[in-house]
């Protein structure tokens, strides 16, 4: 999921980073009525030729405030779950989800109290099924679900 945010924050920082060179050539100048803005495939073409200088744009302190308002609008959804579907997201999801480093954050945020109807909600889900009975089974869960039976 990180990795989702990292690509689209890669994305913002781009579109930022191609409107500031743009404002700042024009400037330069003194042609205020000549704005030339970078379109969607020079914006594409520059995330496609520099993927890691703009992973270290997009991941910056400075410009994760800005990746978070962008990344969570309603706009961003499609392409996030779009990138979701693909094999290399799923792996790098995964990865972060079973990372030592990440566990505590990912725990953090799966078990706040305003996520509690949305993980119920896709467990109840039949597609679910086997997930569920697969983690129900597992001895690192039993203790847990024996506790919270008795209750």
């Given at each position: 999921m990180k990795r989702v945010v990292l690509v689209l924050a890669v994305v913002l920082a781009v579109v930022l980073v191609a409107a500031g060179?743009?404002?700042?050539?024009?400037?330069?100048?003194?042609?205020?009525?000549?704005?030339?803005?970078?379109?969607?495939?020079?914006?594409?073409?520059?995330?496609?030729?520099?993927?890691?200088?703009?992973?270290?744009?997009?991941?910056?302190?400075?410009?994760?405030?800005?990746?978070?308002?962008?990344?969570?609008?309603?706009?961003?959804?499609?392409?996030?779950?779009?990138?979701?579907?693909?094999?290399?997201?799923?792996?790098?999801?995964?990865?972060?989800?079973?990372?030592?480093?990440t566990m505590g954050d990912m725990v953090k945020i799966m078990s706040d109290p305003a996520m509690r109807e949305t993980m119920v909600n896709i467990m109840a889900d039949p597609a679910m099924k086997e997930t569920l009975q697969a983690m129900m089974q597992d001895q690192r869960i039993?203790?847990?679900?024996?506790?919270?039976m008795n209750k």
């Open positions: 060179c743009s404002s700042s050539k024009n400037q330069a100048q003194n042609q205020p009525q000549n704005h030339q803005m970078m379109n969607t495939g020079d914006i594409t073409q520059m995330i496609n030729g520099n993927p890691g200088e703009m992973a270290n744009v997009m991941s910056s302190q400075d410009t994760r405030g800005s990746m978070t308002k962008i990344m969570s609008s309603q706009q961003m959804q499609p392409a996030m779950m779009n990138m979701m579907h693909t094999p290399e997201m799923q792996k790098s999801m995964v990865s972060i989800m079973s990372s030592k480093e039993k203790p847990m679900l024996q506790q919270i």
